[in-house]
């Protein structure tokens, strides 16, 4: 029979060759999911994002996602410490005090540092070297007055417009164009300067009566080769076929005999985002930003605006699916949500 003793070192032995094996696995595991995310090949998998892969694909915790993320971009910005974290020379969990202090200035003395140290020293020198001195603070004024010639200088830089520019796909500047005519039949006559302020203001502190969130594009189709174009004052925008299968999520070929074809009216999407509690439907996604409503049986195919041919995505996994022609697990969530998955991607 086995001594306690003897069962005391034994399971010492196993624990020990265990937990090299464990630190082991859990670099390569980190280096795969660094890979992952700079390559951003989570979209390869169905995921608009690298926290909703971590949820969903992973079952990590938000916090275990947070963390691994952080590690993950920290190596990015620091190829040497990557490598030598790849090589075998520096044990992830020195480079996880590491790349908190370390700059791609002075990442390598770091990494010979790390080397060099054991682990309890090294995280003495991490956190000495977070240790700032208390900021001086700026001595008070001295009652100067400011000239006259000071004092126009401050005028005029006051005044001097700052550019800023902004580079537009085509969908975005066919719905910049759109918004802009939106606001000025309903008789704004801001700068284009001041719309987009007020479009950007929270709801409660908008001018009333100026700007709307709703907006109409053009889209012109090829009928044999299914091309697709916006139509803007610089003419004809082409659409990739993402973009444009996105954009026909929220409306449906005019009837046989024209007219204006049918979209989504506002009273129905409010009814679809309620029912989906304002957040995105795809796996491990959640956001509650940017948030578009899907058919599930594209109006093509004969979809209809029924709701439960409809389901609510972010912007983000909306492009995803309409580029991949589907998202993983998406049938089960739409069914998990009510929704009818009948046709889907």
């Known amino acids: ?62 916090r275990k996602l947070s963390a691994w993320v952080r590690m993950a971009s920290a190596l990015e910005r620091l190829p040497a410490t990557r490598e030598a974290v790849r090589a075998g020379e520096l044990p992830w969990t020195k480079a996880r005090e590491l790349v908190s202090v370390a700059t791609p200035e002075n990442e390598q003395q770091w990494v010979e540092e790390a080397k060099a140290l054991g682990r309890r020293e090294l995280e003495r020198r991490v956190k000495a070297s977070r240790a700032r001195p ?29 550019r800023v520019t902004l580079g537009f796909t085509p969908e975005q500047y066919a719905r910049w164009e759109a918004l802009i005519e939106q606001c000025r039949k309903a008789g704004a006559r801001e700068t284009k300067e001041e719309l987009v302020l007020a479009a950007l203001a929270e709801p409660g502190t908008r001018p009333r009566g100026r ?12 009928p044999d080769c299914e091309a697709a174009a916006l139509i803007t004052s610089r003419g004809e925008q082409p659409l990739d076929p993402a973009t ?25 999407r409010r009814r679809i985002l309620s029912r989906d509690d304002h957040r995105c439907q795809a796996p491990g996604c959640a956001s509650i930003r940017f948030l578009e ?42 069914h998990m949500s009510g929704v009818s998955a009948r046709g889907s991607p």
């Open 211 to 222: 700007v709307r969130s709703a907006y109409q594009v053009i889209v012109r189709r090829c």
């Open 1 to 62: 029979m086995e001594s306690r003793p003897d069962r005391a070192r034994r399971l010492h032995r196993a624990l020990t060759v265990d937990l090299v094996d464990l630190q082991r696995l859990e670099k390569g595991a980190l280096l795969s999911f660094a890979n992952l995310l700079e390559e951003k090949l989570y979209r390869e998998l169905g995921y608009a994002s690298i926290h909703a892969y971590g949820r969903a694909a992973l079952g990590f915790s938000e």
């Open 244 to 268: 444009a299968g996105r954009i026909n999520c929220d409306t449906q070929p005019p009837a046989p005999g024209g007219g204006w074809p049918r979209t989504l009216t506002p009273a129905l």
């Open 134 to 162: 208390p900021g001086k603070r700026k001595p008070p004024a001295l009652g100067f007055a400011p000239g006259p010639d000071e004092a126009r200088r401050a005028q005029t830089e006051a005044a001097t417009p700052l």
């Open 293 to 334: 409503v899907h058919h599930l049986k594209p109006g093509a195919q004969g979809g209809t605006n029924d709701p439960s041919n409809l389901i609510t995505l972010c912007g983000r996994c909306h492009q995803l699916l309409h580029e991949r022609g589907g998202l993983p697990g998406l049938a089960a969530q739409a």
